[in-house]
């Protein structure tokens, strides 16, 4: 892991991913069918997290991903087929373009991403002192391999088409900083409205470069950039691909998709928009509710109106509920997750008995490794008791990075989420976002005297982000003494 986070730009890192990608479209050709050329072809990530995911024999990683509300595709399609046919257009990009451009922005992202405070952290066993404040950093955090993708994928479209439209069909990511960056660049942005939820495609014109973010694209926005005859570069994260594929598997099966997910995130507004039959769970409570209707039925009113954002339109809780799959957002909290799966598979067990589970409960692992490392390292890094708070640095609207936030929370640890350095005001107060999404400003947050701080960020979020929130705390810490 630590070897993932070296920043130097080497050749060999791009040919090792390009033949373990390789390696892995291989055996999921031979296991399943595929939705095309891997964007491994490439090369992969640009080497500032040099792993990529953990690739499992026989998952399929090919795909695109989420986001927005278009036209309602028709449920007659095939949408699997109706997405590999979108994708073998040779106007369709999933891989890099250029070495010459691909280059160009590893080096821009080197100088605006790293941090030479990471790098100190990381020789150091992950803990340093600066003055009165020690800081202890989690051992998984930060941009995923998936985001730093999506991120390079982006800068390297503007570098490659200098001089033509570009256009973003939702945040390349949840991070303030970086798609104000994109602006910047001249990346037009094409947001839902914030009343209708609905995107205005029409100032996308034939011939221009419509960028689909790290979430993906639904199925209605494929269909639609298809038909404008538009030149797409695709940055769907694999994992999200993967999630997909676990939908189809669904469909194959006749199952109706349960998503534990935010019915209104971009990833899980994709992932539905490829399921016949879904419903969108967002939590425990909900999963219980609908375990509950399972086994002794309920008020089918109360259901609709309860989930009536989060099913399909054909959804009827006492007609697709007899055969369920699990999927997931891939940025929930993971142990959620798991326990929202095991609910249902007790659930179908005790409904329709042990002979028929296979055919009634599938469950496949869709939890994206990055976002149950940097969990896992949460709570190690909570376990130490001398840290007396954590700093949580990733977008207020960023899922993963909200429950890194939760689970300092639920281990009754002082935490404080901030989207940006500004939060942390030169009068020593923070303005932080709390759990349940509310933001407060918390006065005099930083304790007298000596402070140790437990430091992390989201799989959205660059480690130059973590060192600059850092160095406004030491400020404070100085200004303390003067």
């Known amino acids: 892991d630590s070897g993932a986070r070296q920043p130097a730009m080497l050749s060999r890192v791009w040919a ?41 024999q026989g998952v399929s990683r090919f795909g695109g991903s989420s986001v927005g509300k278009v036209l309602m595709s028709s449920t007659e399609v095939d949408k699997r087929a109706e997405r590999r046919r979108i994708i073998s257009n040779p106007n369709f990009n999933r891989n890099f373009l250029g070495k010459d451009t691909k280059e160009e922005v590893e080096g821009m992202m080197v100088e605006e991403f790293t941090s030479d405070l990471v790098k100190e952290l990381i020789a150091q066993s992950y803990t340093i002192e600066r003055d009165d404040v020690t800081i202890k950093l989690a051992q998984s955090y930060g941009f995923c391999w998936g985001v730093e993708r999506a991120v390079a994928m982006a800068y390297e479209a503007r570098s490659f088409y200098k001089d033509d439209t570009i256009h973003i069909t939702n945040e390349i990511i949840h991070n303030p900083g970086v798609n104000k960056r994109l602006k910047d660049m001249k990346i037009n942005f094409i947001n839902p409205d914030k009343e209708t939820g609905v995107k205005d495609f029409s100032v996308v014109g034939e011939g221009d470069v419509v960028v689909l973010p790290a979430f993906g694209a639904s199925l209605e926005e ?13 940055t769907t ?18 199952m109706t998709s349960i998503i534990h997910g935010k019915y209104a995130h971009e990833e899980s507004i994709a992932t539905a928009s490829f399921a016949d039959t879904y419903l969108i769970v967002k939590d425990m409570e909900e999963a219980e509710y609908v375990s509950k209707y399972i086994l002794e039925g309920g008020d089918r009113d109360e259901f609709m109106k309860k989930f009536k954002n989060a099913h399909s339109a054909n959804f009827d809780p006492d007609v697709h509920l007899k055969k369920v799959g699990i999927a997931n957002q891939t940025t929930m909290f993971k142990d959620e997750t798991a326990a929202i799966a095991k609910l249902f598979e007790k659930t179908m067990l005790k409904k329709f008995g042990p002979q028929t589970l296979n055919e009634n409960f599938l469950a496949l692992d869709t939890i994206c490794d990055a976002t149950q490392e940097r969990q896992d390292a949460i709570v190690e890094l909570i376990e130490d008791k001398s840290v007396d708070f954590v700093l949580v640095v990733g977008g207020w609207d960023s899922s993963n990075t909200g429950h890194l936030l939760e689970i300092c929370h639920l281990n009754n640890v002082e935490g404080y989420h901030v989207d940006m350095a500004d939060r942390i005001r030169p009068d020593g107060s923070i303005e932080h976002r709390k759990i349940d999404g509310t933001i407060e400003v918390t006065e005099n947050f930083l304790p007298k005297g000596k402070l140790t701080i437990g430091l992390t960020s989201g799989a959205s979020t660059p480690d130059a982000y973590m060192q600059d929130a850092i160095e406004r705390i030491v400020m404070l810490k100085k200004l303390e003494k003067a």
């Open 16 to 56: 090792q991913l390009c033949a373990l990608c390789l390696a892995s479209w291989v055996a999921a050709s031979a296991a399943a069918p595929h939705d095309g050329v891997a964007f491994a072809a490439s090369g992969g990530a640009h080497g500032l997290r040099a792993a990529g995911p953990r690739l499992r």
């Open 222 to 234: 494929m269909q639609l950039l298809d038909k404008k005859g538009v030149r797409i570069v695709d």
């Open 237 to 254: 994260c694999p994992w999200v691909s993967k999630v997909w594929n676990a939908v189809d598997t669904h469909k194959k099966k006749d």
